[in-house]
């Protein structure tokens, strides 16, 4: 079955739960998932809810779990490239149909590692493996060579009115 490239972007609630939804569709038809998670670092409930699946979805953080305010320090660089160049290594291997790399647009955007990291893992994939990119601010570039956009666009959410990130809704 041919793969193809699917981009969540846009400043809408939706994006990282909707690579949660794929990755439990995916597994429940057999196939292995990786799910590369840029920026955070922490016990999110996905991944405690994710180990009951583990023979089939493997789940790595590549980020500090710090506020990125202003400049990245050069942990989040290490550790975003060392993430970048990992998934590389697991695209090319073909042992994984679906690979999610999640918060990897703002990776970018946040000048971690460069589009260009994207663009070579969706040039260089393996023709079967689906490729998942989310994070607000897609670049434009990643726009163009991906087969699937889907913008969450925010009409309401209560993050405006206060309401900070809650276990088991959005953590
Ligand atoms: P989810 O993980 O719930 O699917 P998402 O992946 O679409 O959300 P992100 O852009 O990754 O959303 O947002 C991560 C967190 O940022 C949210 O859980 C929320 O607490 C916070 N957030 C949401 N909306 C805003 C906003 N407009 N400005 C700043 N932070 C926000
Ligand atoms: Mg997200």
Redesign the pocket.
């Known amino acids: 079955m041919k793969g193809y490239v699917h981009v969540y972007t846009g400043?809408?609630?939706?994006?990282?739960?909707?690579t949660l939804g794929l990755s439990i569709r995916a597994a429940g038809a057999g196939l292995k998932v990786f799910i590369a998670q840029f920026l955070k670092r922490g016990n999110y409930s996905e991944i405690k809810a994710l180990k009951r699946f583990s023979d089939l979805i493997t789940v790595e953080q590549f980020g500090t779990g710090r506020l990125l305010k202003g400049k990245p320090n050069p942990e989040d660089i290490e550790r975003a490239q060392k993430g970048i160049e990992k998934v590389k290594s697991i695209v090319s291997s073909g042992n994984y149909k679906m690979v999610i790399l999640d918060?990897a647009n703002v990776a970018v955007k946040l000048g971690l590692f460069p589009a260009e990291d994207l663009l070579y893992i969706i040039a260089n994939k393996p023709e079967e493996v689906e490729i998942v990119i989310?994070?607000?601010n897609a670049d434009q570039k990643v726009i163009e060579k991906a087969d699937l956009v889907t913008e969450?666009k925010?009409i309401k959410?209560y993050?405006?009115k206060g309401v900070?990130?809650r276990v088991g809704i959005?953590?």
């Open positions: 400043d809408g609630k939706g994006k990282t739960t909707a918060e989310t994070g607000r969450m925010e959410h993050f405006q900070k990130a959005e953590k």
